[in-house]
């Protein structure tokens, strides 16, 4: 790990996300705290500490409710909406670790240490970097709502642990596992990880399609049939 920073921060719990360093995202806020912490974001151009709660369905979460593992983000833009709630696009810089939370009624903060990854062997790293890649490419032809720009993102990334990153974010996986990968700080491993989870849900999507086929083309036949039927009867 690295010194702890310098600074406290005003932290967002996450909801069904995690973010990950590089990902740009937008968010919807409604909860008054998390609109507070916003505010105070914009007013002093600071950074926010985006960590998600471990129980999602909690609208009010304890310090114990959100995990210690999130991001240092930049909020990139700020729109308030007319029902009250706040969109925002933010970008993840920095995996981080909440280290204290600071009392504060108004919203979260707290201080927290950078989290330092580890390369891992050089020829397996790039062999699972390119693994990686090119199954992601399969995947996005299935899942087929994967936006254009991730994956000319994915595509032309160079770097082992932004491309382990960069997929991580558009995997349909619980946020459980999207969590593990944020807290997995070998990139080696979370490559590997990254890859066995892509293969997984690819193996899913793919019985999905294939149900799915057949009960089109069961419901073409029973139509036609039904057609034939009445046209016999007229």
């Known amino acids: 790990m690295k010194d702890p920073l310098n600074a406290s921060y005003p932290v ?15 968010l919807f806020v ?26 999602p369905t909690v609208d009010d979460p304890t310090h114990d409710g959100i995990y210690k593992a999130g ?7 700020l729109l308030k909406l007319p ?9 993840g810089q920095a995996r981080v670790r909440i280290t204290r939370f600071v009392d504060n009624d ?8 950078y989290l330092t990854e580890m390369p891992g062997d050089k020829d397996t790293t790039t062999a699972l970097q390119r ?3 090119e199954e992601f490419a399969r995947y996005a032809k299935v899942r087929k709502n994967i936006p254009e720009e991730a994956l000319t993102a994915v595509s032309e990334s160079t770097e082992a642990a932004k491309l382990a990153d960069l997929v991580a974010g558009h995997l349909g996986i619980e946020v459980k596992e999207k969590q593990e990968l944020l807290e997995t700080l070998s990139i080696s491993e979370r490559l590997e990880k990254v890859y066995g989870l892509m293969q997984g849900e690819l193996s899913v999507l ?3 399609k294939k149900i799915k086929t057949r009960v089109k083309s069961q419901m073409e036949k029973t139509q036609r049939e039904y057609y034939l039927n009445e046209q016999m009867k007229a």
Do not use: C, W
């Open 12 to 26: 967002l719990p996450l909801r069904d996300i995690v973010v990950f360093p590089h990902m740009i995202v937008p």
């Open 30 to 55: 409604g909860r008054e705290k998390s609109v507070r912490a916003l505010e105070e974001v914009m007013s002093d151009d600071k950074q926010i500490l985006l960590s998600s709660q471990i129980d």
């Open 71 to 77: 991001v240092l983000a930049n909020v990139l833009q």
């Open 83 to 91: 029902d009250g709630t706040v969109k925002v696009l933010v970008e």
């Open 106 to 113: 108004a919203y979260f903060e707290a201080e927290a240490e």
């Open 131 to 133: 693994a990686v890649g």
């Open 206 to 208: 793919q019985v999905e």
